[in-house]
């Protein structure tokens, strides 16, 4: 249970390539922003005739500037994070047999910190703009932040580990580096880098970006269109459910499966403020307006996700809690008993919950979060279809979730043997019952 043995070759390449292209994808999608109205395809193709013109993005750009505000935003966030008012909670065991504690405040600090952008932009202290003025050259601060804090992460594993029996050492230099070596790092009892990072200050800015490019989108056309209404309520529904259930979030693959290397550190840092906001950076310079059966279809579809999405983990959720002695759906909840044993030699038993919507499908939340985003793209329109990069969000998430999903059955089908075999009969279903 937990991380197997060692990478072999291609997973050394798998490593090496993300580490060395990802970091060009988002720069890449913001030339298509600034020189290309939008259309991804023809940026790729100027990209791969003069790769140069990349860099020149950044030219003329208040990078300094960009970085003071970026190093603000990110001390604010810790501040905010081990300082301001919350509560404690527990995740789940780690493979090593640890119980962590978590101090979450996220929903209190969101509100906050949304109360404050809009407050500062009243006084005067700077346009609601600001972001969205400054966004080429934060991009680059982003990287280096990204990069810094996975270097940080890789020596601190080796130098001075928060639980060094939790450590995976993959024997490649490079996949260590991306998947990650320690699986909770810390500093202090509380400053918990997977909970920061996945939650602070990437998701914390989602809303603030959106915002502002909202914002410029007023700016230059002297309206808001009801699209990009749209793409901020949704989203906006979404990142508040994250950190109202914040303590759910402890208890997710994130948290709970993955080590913090590159894979989170620079993901959270740099892929996730610019890649799952380039609904409202596109919407900014290319209005789109919605007649209102698509408005009434979209905030429909995104609605009927999240309510799938919520309704699904508040079910296991509830069951947890009552220790599998609830109703699903108005009958008595039905799972397995799932025995597995921790590194120290402890045994436990996990209960593997098949009623409800979790009787659907392994992970038909699953089907919640691809309807909301693609609510979010279909806000685009036909303009951004042709263009692709609107659309770029549901591609990605699609084939996170389906990536998950298989990493789940390896690590599943190793903690749990022959139970877990049992519960595939009960539930064949992975995603969507008749579809996968």
């Known amino acids: 249970w937990g991380r197997q043995g060692t990478a072999g070759w291609k997973d050394v390449i798998g490593s090496l390539l993300p580490l060395a292209l990802c970091p060009f994808m988002p720069i890449l999608f913001e030339l298509a922003l600034d020189q290309y109205q939008g259309n991804i395809w023809k940026a790729a193709m100027a990209f791969l005739k003069n790769p140069v013109q990349l860099f020149n993005l950044f030219s003329g750009k208040p990078f300094w500037k960009a970085g003071q505000l970026y190093v603000f935003w990110y001390v604010l966030n810790v501040a905010l994070y081990l300082f301001f008012p919350g509560k404690y909670c527990k995740g789940q065991l780690t493979p090593a047999g640890h119980l962590l504690e978590y101090y979450v405040n996220g929903f209190q600090v969101w509100v906050l910190t949304i109360l404050a952008f809009f407050g500062c932009a009243y006084i005067g202290l700077f346009p609601l703009t600001i972001i969205a003025d400054y966004w080429a050259p934060m991009l680059l601060w982003l990287n280096v932040f990204g990069y810094t804090l996975t270097g940080f992460a890789y020596v601190k594993a080796h130098l001075f580990p928060t639980h060094p029996d939790d450590n995976k050492f993959s024997g490649s230099f490079l996949y260590d580096l991306c998947m990650g070596i320690e699986f909770n790092p810390r500093i202090g009892k509380w400053f918990d880098f997977k909970l920061f990072h996945n939650g602070r200050p990437g998701i914390n800015a989602w809303c603030l970006i959106n915002i502002s490019f909202a914002a410029k989108q007023y700016q230059t056309y002297g309206f808001v269109t009801n699209s990009m209404i749209i793409v901020n309520l949704l989203q906006a529904l979404y990142v508040g ?4 259930n914040e303590s759910w979030y ?3 693959i994130d948290i709970c499966h993955d080590h913090f290397g590159y894979y989170l550190a620079w993901g959270d840092l740099v892929w996730l403020p610019q890649m799952y906001t380039l609904q409202a950076h596109y919407l900014a310079t290319h209005p789109v307006v919605l007649s209102t059966p698509a408005v009434v279809l979209l905030l429909g579809m995104g ?24 109703n699903i759906w ?13 590194a120290d030699g402890q045994h436990h038993v996990s209960q593997l919950l098949y009623s409800g919507f979790w009787g659907l ?30 659309y770029f969000y549901i ?34 279903w992975k995603l969507c ?4």
């Open 241 to 244: 459910d994250f950190f109202y």
């Open 250 to 252: 402890t208890r997710t």
């Open 303 to 326: 609605c009927l996700g999240y309510y799938i999405f919520r309704g699904a983990n508040h079910q296991k959720d509830a069951f947890r809690a009552a220790k599998g002695k609830c």
């Open 330 to 342: 108005g009958r008595p909840a039905k799972f397995l008993e799932a025995p597995f044993t921790t």
């Open 361 to 390: 499908a392994h992970h038909f939340n699953y089907v919640g979060d691809l309807l909301m985003s693609s609510a979010y793209c279909l806000a685009a329109g036909l303009t951004g279809l042709a263009d692709g990069l609107p």
């Open 395 to 428: 591609v990605y998430m699609t084939a996170l979730l389906v990536h998950r999903i298989i990493r789940d059955q390896g690590r599943l089908s190793a903690k749990y043997g022959p139970v877990w075999d049992k519960y595939c009969k009960l539930v064949p």
């Open 433 to 436: 019952p008749y579809l996968w």
